[in-house]
């Protein structure tokens, strides 16, 4: 890709122009127009290629299906960073949203991502083009009492948030950001693992709201991504007594390879008795699946004063036994996204060797074409760990 510059502009150019009139051509419809809708910006980038002008996008179009669409270069304000995806991990919310039809057609998802700068606004100072980096969450008020507790990421004061809204994703070569909210990759971890800092964050902060200790016994339910991945940090911890609770043999390999002490079948976890643990309890259970079923079993599985902590989002809600969870005083609990450190924390644990990152990201990485295919592997648990997803589309 040639360097681009950055210029100051009151009116789009005659390329951007027949890049939108391309892009509305391509979609054929309104779906791939709401991905950029408008100039609302001051600056444009400019490049010696001006093939570069149109980009490749998954854009979900409706009826769970993606197409892979060319969408023009965003636009970017002076404050603003215009950056070149190198990777995107898909995340089960991209799943839901799309095999269980939630997303709004028009949407390109994908929100873990790593990537470099491309091209900066004039008031975007600090950064350089080519810099390595993700983007740090939007900080909590810091005076509300949820962010007094920790938990920045239901401040109060904060607008609540649109569940729906990815129009704007990183399953596609370029997206726009605040450049005053990026961080830079350490320079002792690739890109690529760098886009593993968002999941690693929702991690740290599961694990933090639980106050796990070396000395608790730790049920995961759910080997895919998200459990391999509190697995890991768990065992960075310290925690050594980690059971994962997984229905897919290539699954529940590969969570012992991460550091589980051991892998089971959801079905040969025991019942428990009205009102009493089973033989061999568990202080604490992260249900990472998002599956009814897990999170009963996971409850059955807690000992007294036990704490559950619904991680993995799911259609179907379970059913709570709130006799149980009275007379043997359990705490049930969410956790949402991240600590109110953002994602400093995660880049630091993903950079100092203590994550076994060849198991928790898949090997081969796939293009803009053949996300769809891959969501459905995910969902039968025919990939254990981060899929990785490059903005290419095959030949």
Not at 59 to 64: A, I, P, T
Not at 97 to 113: D, I, K, M, T
Not at 201 to 215: E, F, G, M, R, Y
Request: charged share 20%.
């Amino acid at each position: 890709m040639s360097q681009p510059v950055v210029r100051e502009t009151k009116h789009r150019t005659s390329a951007q122009s027949d890049a939108r009139g391309l892009r509305d051509e391509a979609a054929g419809s309104a779906p791939a127009a709401l991905f950029f809708p408008g100039p609302c910006c001051q600056a444009q980038v400019v490049r010696n290629d001006v093939s570069t002008e149109l980009m490749p996008a998954a854009v979900y179009v409706g009826d769970g299906a993606i197409e892979v669409q060319q969408l023009p270069v965003p636009d970017f304000g002076p404050a603003e960073a215009l950056i070149e995806v190198s990777h995107c991990g898909i995340c089960g919310t991209d799943l839901h949203l799309v095999l269980e039809r939630y997303a709004r057609p028009g949407s390109v998802l994908g929100h873990e991502w790593a990537g470099t700068i491309a091209a900066l606004g004039a008031d975007a100072s600090g950064w350089e083009i080519g810099a390595r980096v993700v983007l740090d969450p939007t900080p909590g008020c810091g005076r509300c009492r949820a962010c007094k507790r920790g938990r920045s990421s239901v401040c109060v004061r904060r607008k609540p948030p649109d569940l729906l809204d990815f129009s704007r994703g990183a399953f596609c070569r370029y997206k726009v950001v605040p450049a005053a909210q990026l961080l830079r990759v350490p320079d002792g971890l690739s890109t690529r693992a760098a886009a593993l800092t968002e999941p690693t964050a929702i991690a740290l902060h599961t694990v933090n709201l639980a106050h796990v200790s070396p000395d608790d016994r730790v049920l995961v339910t759910g080997g895919g991504p998200v459990g391999l991945l509190t697995t890991a940090v768990l065992r960075s911890r310290g925690v050594r007594d980690i059971v994962v609770s997984e229905p897919a043999a290539a699954r529940r390999r590969r969570a012992v390879a991460v550091g589980a002490t051991s892998a089971v079948a959801p079905d040969e976890l025991p019942r428990a008795q009205m009102g009493r643990p089973v033989d061999a309890p568990f202080t604490v259970a992260f249900e990472c699946s998002g599956h009814a079923a897990a999170a009963e079993s996971a409850l059955d599985q807690l000992d007294y004063a036990g704490t559950l902590v619904f991680v993995g989002t799911g259609s179907a809600p379970p059913r709570v036994n709130h006799n149980r969870v009275i007379v043997m005083e359990q705490t049930l609990m969410g956790a949402y996204n991240y600590d109110a450190e953002g994602f400093r924390p995660a880049l630091e644990l993903l950079a100092s060797g203590a994550l076994p990152l060849d198991l928790l990201i898949e090997p081969v990485d796939i293009r803009l074409d053949e996300v769809l295919a891959t969501m459905h592997r995910l969902t039968a648990g025919e990939l254990p760990g981060k899929v990785m997803v490059t903005p290419e589309v095959s030949a």
